[in-house]
C-alpha cells in the first residue's frame, strides 16, 4: 500500500478564499483522522472518522472548518473564508479499530494562507 | 479531557550517548502511550508504544516506561546515532469511544557528532 495519501503538499491562497484539503487512507482502515500542526498549539486533532461517519468533532476549531468523508478511500477538510490563522501543517491519519492501534499519517498539507 | 506534558523541548546529545525524553499525562483512564517521531517535511511515524498492562517495552535502541500511579512514561534512546535526529512526540490516548490521540508539544532531539 502507498500509505495515506493527501493533497496538495502545499497550498497558498489569499485570505477570504475556499481551500480544500484531501486525504485518502490506507485501504480497509476503517478510521480517518484529521490533524493540525503549528509551532504553538503542536498536533491537534480536529475530527474523526469511523466507518465514513463523524464521530467526534470536538476539534474543529470555528463553523469556517468542515470535514466529509463520502466513501472509505476518500476525506475532505474544506475552510471557508480562509484566514491568515489557519497557516498550519493539516495531516491526516488512518487506522484500524481505532484506539490502541497504529495511527499511520500522510506527509501533510502545508497551508499558508497570505 | 486529556492534556500532555513533554519535556525537555529541545535536547542535545553527544553521538552514542543515550537520551531520555519525559512525559506526563492527566485522565487516569488512558490506557495506550505511543511515541513518534517526526523527520523534517515528513509526518510523524510511530517508533513504539506501552499499553497500561505493561510497565516497559523495548525494540533494539528504545525503549519505553510507564509508571501508571505516577501518570508518566518515558523514551529512551541508547547508542544514538545521527539518523536519530527529528522530533519526537509523545500522545496518549484513553480508548472506549475517544479514539484520537493527545500529544505532547515534542522533542527536537539533536545528535552531535
Known amino acids: 500500500d502507498a500509505g495515506v495519501i493527501q493533497s496538495p503538499r502545499h497550498e497558498v491562497t489569499e485570505m477570504g478564499q475556499e481551500v480544500t484539503l484531501r486525504c485518502k487512507p490506507i485501504s480497509g482502515h476503517d478510521y480517518l483522522f484529521w490533524y493540525r500542526q503549528t509551532m504553538m498549539r503542536g498536533l491537534e486533532l480536529l475530527i474523526y472518522f469511523n466507518n465514513n461517519v463523524p464521530i467526534d468533532d470536538s476539534g474543529m476549531p470555528e463553523d469556517r472548518f468542515s470535514a466529509k468523508m463520502p466513501n472509505a478511500s476518500f476525506s475532505t477538510l474544506k475552510i471557508q473564508p480562509s484566514e491568515p490563522r489557519d497557516s498550519a501543517v493539516y495531516f491526516c491519519a488512518s487506522n484500524r479499530q481505532g484506539a490502541g492501534t497504529e495511527a499511520f499519517f500522510g506527509q501533510g498539507t502545508r497551508l499558508t494562507v497570505v | 479531557g486529556e492534556n500532555v506534558e513533554q519535556h525537555p523541548s529541545t535536547l542535545s546529545v553527544q553521538e552514542g550517548d543515550s537520551a531520555v525524553i519525559k512525559c506526563t499525562y492527566s485522565d487516569s483512564a488512558s490506557n495506550y502511550f505511543p511515541w513518534y517521531k517526526q523527520e523534517l517535511g515528513k509526518g510523524p511515524q510511530l517508533i513504539i508504544d506501552?499499553?497500561?498492562?505493561?510497565g516497559e517495552k523495548k525494540d533494539q535502541r528504545i525503549a519505553v516506561t510507564l509508571n501508571k500511579t505516577a501518570k508518566h512514561f518515558s523514551l529512551h534512546i541508547t547508542e544514538t546515532q545521527p539518523e536519530d535526529s527529528a522530533v519526537y512526540f509523545c500522545a496518549a490516548s484513553e480508548g472506549g469511544g475517544a479514539d484520537g490521540l493527545t500529544f505532547g508539544k515534542g522533542t527536537h532531539l539533536i545528535i552531535q557528532p
Open positions: 506501552i499499553r497500561s498492562n505493561v
